[in-house]
């Protein structure tokens, strides 16, 4: 099996790391991750500037590449360039730094490198964990993450995209039986805009935020805050199918 992995994080980034070593004991391994944190880049793509990809890495099961660019950019090259006669079976993303919940998702560059599968009809998994920096905590995590690869996309032949999310709970309880099969939720934040400086011509802006708890009942940020492991299918379309007749009989009533 040959398995792509990226993030948002960069190639460097603890938990792409401790992943891609637990993978590497089942699957051959190709790593095309940002040379440096790109957090929140969501799906955009490089146009202006070219991209350079440097080899970091080539032993046993596994080969490293960096990349000037985006979560995006790093799986275009690796799709249409680098593993085009080679094609990845599935495409690993993360383990993120962070929580990859809920509305969150639009911003995610974790998401965005999973959601590339679709241009190669391949399937794919988004993995994100809230913030921690514990190995030991990092290590269950990632054998619980090889666990679900088994059993979804290689035992079951899952073909879709799979977004998980594990919270920072006792690693003895990171296992399946703690894992939520959730839809996505609206994640809301508090003080996201925030002012650094303002001069007379001119206000500096920092933007962050910090997530409000809650969620709706049901949703993956509401478990995630209850110290469960979430499971979100995730499609790329986002027509409102709900609402297309409605749409279209407006559109009638104006001709």
């Given at each position: 099996?040959?398995?792509?992995?990226?993030?948002?994080?960069?190639?460097?980034?603890?938990?792409?790391?401790?992943?891609?070593?637990?993978?590497?004991?089942?699957?051959?391994?190709?790593?095309?991750?940002p040379e440096k944190g790109?957090?929140?880049?969501?799906?955009?793509?490089?146009?202006?500037?070219?991209?350079?990809?440097?080899?970091?890495?080539?032993?046993?099961?596994?080969?490293?590449?960096?990349?000037?660019?985006?979560?995006?950019?790093?799986?275009?090259?690796?799709?249409?360039?680098?593993?085009?006669?080679?094609?990845?079976?599935?495409?690993?993303?993360?383990?993120?730094?962070?929580?990859?919940?809920?509305?969150?998702?639009?911003?995610?560059?974790?998401?965005?490198?999973?959601?590339?599968?679709?241009?190669?009809?391949?399937?794919?998994?988004?993995?994100?964990?809230?913030?921690?920096?514990?190995?030991?905590?990092?290590?269950?995590?990632?054998?619980?993450?090889?666990?679900?690869?088994?059993?979804?996309?290689?035992?079951?032949?899952?073909?879709?995209?799979?977004?998980?999310?594990?919270?920072?709970?006792?690693?003895?309880?990171?296992?399946?039986?703690?894992?939520?099969?959730?839809?996505?939720?609206?994640?809301?934040?508090?003080?996201?805009?925030?002012?650094?400086?303002?001069?007379?011509?001119?206000?500096?802006?920092?933007?962050?935020?910090?997530?409000?708890?809650?969620?709706?009942?049901?949703?993956?940020?509401?478990?995630?805050?209850?110290?469960?492991?979430?499971?979100?299918p995730l499609q790329w379309?986002?027509?409102?199918?709900?609402?297309?007749?409605?749409?279209?009989?407006?559109?009638?009533?104006?001709?």
């Amino acid at each position: 099996m040959h398995i792509l992995m990226t993030n948002d994080d960069g190639y460097r980034s603890p938990g792409l790391r401790i992943l891609a070593e637990e993978i590497r004991k089942m699957a051959r391994v190709t790593i095309i991750s940002p040379e440096k944190g790109v957090s929140s880049c969501s799906n955009a793509l490089t146009l202006r500037k070219p991209l350079r990809l440097k080899k970091k890495k080539e032993d046993k099961n596994i080969t490293v590449y960096s990349l000037n660019g985006t979560t995006g950019d790093c799986c275009k090259i690796a799709l249409e360039y680098i593993l085009k006669d080679d094609l990845p079976d599935l495409i690993v993303s993360g383990m993120n730094d962070g929580y990859n919940t809920g509305s969150d998702c639009l911003y995610s560059g974790t998401v965005a490198g999973a959601m590339e599968s679709i241009f190669a009809g391949i399937p794919a998994l988004a993995v994100s964990t809230e913030h921690h920096k514990e190995e030991i905590f990092l290590q269950a995590a990632a054998k619980l993450t090889v666990q679900i690869i088994q059993k979804y996309f290689i035992k079951q032949h899952y073909s879709g995209i799979l977004n998980m999310n594990i919270p920072c709970i006792e690693t003895k309880k990171l296992n399946e039986k703690q894992i939520k099969i959730a839809p996505l939720g609206l994640q809301p934040y508090s003080n996201i805009v925030q002012i650094n400086k303002k001069e007379q011509t001119e206000i500096e802006f920092i933007m962050s935020g910090e997530p409000l708890n809650g969620g709706t009942k049901g949703t993956d940020v509401y478990w995630t805050r209850k110290g469960y492991i979430t499971l979100t299918p995730l499609q790329w379309n986002q027509t409102d199918k709900e609402n297309m007749e409605m749409i279209e009989q407006i559109l009638k009533q104006n001709q």
